[in-house]
Nanobody, 113 residues
């Protein structure tokens, strides 16, 4: 049974930082193609960042230079470090196994003063 559990969301002021974590278990343990997606109210879910087992990384243009995706294979965990946060980054952030099609339950990130 694949399970992805996110943590680290919360309320932060504009310009602040947060780090999201996603602990993977089950078949997702190889972390072969893992991603972070987000969904703001009334909007479609979008891919924010993705990392492959070979180390290839993708970032959406809206987060380039501000967000960093990383992984710790020994801990079966991926991370999303978010800096210089903006109000438009407010959304529910989901961890995903983009190879097997599994999703976490999501964690809320709210950027507001």
């Amino acid at each position: 049974q694949v399970r992805l559990v996110e943590s680290g969301g919360g309320l932060v002021q504009p310009g602040g930082s947060l780090r999201l974590s996603c602990a993977a278990s089950g078949h997702a343990r190889n972390l072969r193609l893992m991603g972070w997606h987000r969904q703001a109210p009334g909007q479609q879910r979008e891919l924010v960042a993705q990392i492959s087992s070979s180390g290839n990384i993708y970032y959406a243009d809206s987060v380039k230079g501000r967000f960093t995706i990383s992984r710790d294979i020994a801990k079966n965990t991926i991370y999303l470090s978010m800096n210089s946060l903006k109000s438009e980054d407010t959304a529910v952030y989901y961890c995903s196994d983009d190879l097997l099609g599994y999703w976490g339950q999501g964690t809320q990130v709210t950027v507001s003063s």
